[in-house]
């Protein structure tokens, strides 16, 4: 498909974080933009505010006239989709019926990046923070790139970074040379991609309803290595787990000397991390990160790693670390004062909240530490139900919602409760939605996490504006 001859893209799940990225890019281009989504959030305000065309019933009544008009125009209109939008949704079926060009997000992406030089970050854990930190350093480099990106950026507001020379070019025909992607390995869809370099954070179990179990896991991010055109960088304890068909990969770690990138000396003041980055070079000393949390030295690792494979300076990668503002929904902390922390985080695995708890922990030793967790997903909650328990069982008092269903249905016995009885924690309750503002009223809270991937951020201003009354 030659997308500079594409004048309308359509998107089927327009509100994802992924799916929004490729919908401001096109909408960039001067293509005619609109979508469906199943609810409104803030990310469908934004884009409603920039000029896209959204609506949220699924009906092919809804879809804008110069998409669905007679004679069709198919070869110059491209329907983008994501794999959380059922077979049967109407409008799903009216495309697939009637010849329209339907890709999935993952093709969308491989086909904008697979003529530029592409940066890729994977992992089932610290992708977006990383791509986000990488983006953000090449940018201060004055590299120019363009970033597409699992999550708003703090410091540009936005998932979608465009390169300034591409603005001006405004078409297809002008190649941006890097081009930084984060890299989502569900439903394989990372496998399209063709980088120069990639890094992998991460290859625990995850979305086991797609890949079924560990092993396949790890086979998919070992494909996905092997189509590295160049340097493959590796977080150091999952070199073993990945068949990279003899690439040498580049390695990094926290506190871990015999990584080829390894972040050392590391202590907390003001509640800022200062350490040193050992390169194969040359040691960085005292660098500042502007992000709280272990997880965060170590992506920060990974994301040197990257930029000197570029050549970027020390003294640019220095700044970038302390500027860097992070990511929306990534221990994103929302009330800070003597008496009371909130952070609110995107965490949904075991290993996510078991760091996103450990940082809060670390942070503030002495403090309590009271969670509020959205499972996602049955199948997720079934499949690592004590990984669950062992990982709330690290806070002080848990507040449990209920399953947050996504796209899927109901399973016999997977439930909340089911989780809460697994835990060992003495102070814990399951809270229904409606109870939640409530049931912090009269709490004598002092370090507050909200965590899920659910629908939970919409409480994030609704317990802000509670709790500083």
Known sequence: ???????????????????????????????????????????????????????????????????????????????????????????????????????????????????????????????????????????????????????????????????????????????????????????????????????????????????????????????????????????????????????????????????????????????????QIVTPFTVFENITLGLPGLHNVENSVAAVAIACQLNVSESVIRESLASFKGVRRRFDCHIKTEKLIYIDDYAHHPEELKAAISSAKEMYPGKKITGIFQPHLFSRTRDFADDFARSLDLLDECILMEIYPARELPIAGITSQMLLDKMKLSDKRICQKEDLLAELANKNLEVLMTMGAGDIDTFIEPIKKQLTK
């Not at 884009?47 to 004679?71: C, S």
């Not at 040498?248 to 350490?275: L, Q």
Request: no cysteine; hydrophobic share 40%.
């Open 1 to 275: 498909m030659d997308l500079s001859k594409i004048h309308s893209v359509y998107f089927l799940g327009i509100g994802g974080i992924g799916m929004s990225a490729l919908a401001r890019y096109f909408n960039a281009m001067g293509k005619k933009v609109a979508g469906y989504d199943k609810t409104p959030t803030i990310l469908t305000d934004e884009l409603i505010a920039e000029g896209i065309d959204i609506h949220f019933e699924d009906h092919i009544r809804n879809i804008p006239t110069y998409i669905k008009a007679l004679p069709f125009d198919v070869d110059n209109i491209l329907i983008v989709f994501t794999p959380a939008v059922p077979k049967d949704h109407s409008e799903y079926v009216f495309f697939n019926l009637n010849g329209f060009n339907i890709k999935k997000r993952a093709e969308v992406l491989g086909m904008i990046t697979q003529t530029e030089y592409t940066i890729a970050v994977a992992g089932t854990h610290g992708k977006t923070t990383t791509s986000s930190l990488v983006a953000h350093i090449l940018k201060s480099a004055g590299l120019d790139p363009s970033a597409f990106l699992g999550g708003i950026s703090q410091n540009y507001n936005t998932n979608l970074l465009l390169s300034e020379r591409l603005k001006v070019q405004n078409d297809f025909s002008y190649k941006v040379h890097l081009v930084v992607v984060e890299a989502d390995e569900y439903d394989r869809s990372f496998l399209t991609l063709h980088p120069e370099i990639a890094l992998i954070t991460s290859v625990d179990a995850d979305h086991l309803d797609i890949y079924g179990d560990a092993g396949q896991v790890e086979e998919s991010f070992s494909l996905f290595a092997k189509q590295v055109k160049s340097k493959l960088i590796l977080k150091k304890n999952i070199v073993s787990k990945i068949n990279s068909d003899g690439k040498i990969p580049i390695t990094y770690a926290v506190n871990d000397d015999s990584a080829d990138y390894f972040a050392h000396k590391i202590r907390i003041e003001n509640g800022f991390y200062i350490y």
